[in-house]
């Protein structure tokens, strides 16, 4: 990467992290030839902008990234212990800074994301066994002391934090802060193992190599950390809870997580699960009322549920459906 490469200091903050993306893709000096549907912005949001650029993408990860837990996660990423389970980042293309405008910045192969208009091909066996085979790795040697807790539950803390701030008078919001009141209730045991922190399908993507259909891999680090394993499950759980995952898939899933050994549940799978579940359907209702305010629109169909979802874990209602204990 020569001074004809390196991205103008004087640019926006997104198109400096696009001319990072195309130093990165290409020899120094050498033309850029990608088709213009494979270059572009994946991502613009508070939590991260990530832009592709032919076959890898470039993440400004989220401003007040504490930058010494970042570089642990990274480090674990990159680590051969866990190859088969995220894909790995790529080097920096010298003499690129690894910060942009005090955010970290990453690069990273392009992986295809699961496709969101084919919801029966979703890969729930792949995904749980790939969250088995994480919260099965022994942190490697000489990085335990340095890894950060995951960043679940505080992800839920923050959530209720934001909806106080931005949406305290909103109707549900009662509603929301019962259903935490609960959580907090709670007792919060499990073990300290290696956790993803953040798990959805959207963190899911092909890992191609030389085949056009390769192995899912995990993304996204900005959550990774050692905690308890049964808060990779929570989302899952609380959509099946809430009736949104339909029941043969949360089977799929769960009965493909166990058999792979994942250790986060035994054999009632609720005694660990309960309190994570309904930490996730406060936090996932808690952004709705921020979204939904912010937005000046009605709750959307989804929306209800996971409101109703509060009220129940509140013990508000007792309407019929599944509950976070289900």
Not at 29 to 44: E, H, M, Q, T
Not at 75 to 101: I, N
Not at 172 to 196: E, I, N
Request: glycine share 8%.
């Amino acid at each position: 990467m020569d001074s004809t490469d390196r991205p103008p200091l004087d640019l926006p903050p997104l198109d400096r992290l696009a001319a990072l993306a195309r130093a990165a893709a290409h020899r120094p000096g050498a033309p850029c030839r990608c088709a213009s549907g494979l270059v572009g912005v994946l991502a613009d949001r508070d939590d991260g902008t990530v832009v592709r650029h032919g076959k890898l993408v470039a993440k400004a990860h989220a401003p007040g990234t504490d930058h010494e837990e970042h570089r642990a996660r990274l480090a674990l990423a990159a680590h051969p212990d866990v190859a088969g389970v995220f894909l790995p980042p790529l080097p920096m293309p010298a003499p690129a800074p690894d910060v942009l405008d005090g955010r970290p910045v990453t690069v990273w192969p392009y992986g295809p994301p699961v496709d969101p208009a084919d919801p029966d091909a979703a890969p729930w066996e792949e995904a749980a066994r790939l969250l088995a085979l994480l919260h099965r790795t022994p942190p490697p040697p000489g990085q335990a002391v340095r890894l950060p807790a995951m960043r679940a539950p505080a992800k839920a803390a923050l959530a209720v934090d934001r909806m106080r701030r931005t949406a305290p008078d909103h109707p549900a919001a009662a509603t929301v802060l019962a259903a935490w009141s609960s959580v907090l209730d709670r007792p919060a045991p499990g073990p300290r193992l290696l956790c993803h922190g953040d798990f959805h399908l959207g963190q899911l993507v092909r890992d191609t190599g030389s085949e056009p259909a390769g192995p899912w891999r995990l993304i996204d680090i900005d959550d990774l950390g050692l905690g308890d394993p049964a808060w990779d499950l929570a989302r899952p759980a609380a959509w099946f809870a809430a009736g949104i995952l339909p029941p043969e898939i949360w089977s799929r899933f769960l009965g493909a997580y166990q058999e792979a050994g994942g250790p986060a549940v035994g054999a009632d799978p609720w005694d660990r699960l309960d309190l994570p579940a309904r930490a996730l359907t406060v936090q996932t209702a808690a952004l709705a009322l921020v979204k939904s305010t912010a937005e000046r629109r009605p709750l959307d169909e989804v929306e209800h549920v996971m409101i109703d979802t509060c009220a129940r874990i509140a013990g508000q209602r007792t309407d019929s459906g599944p509950s976070a204990s289900t």
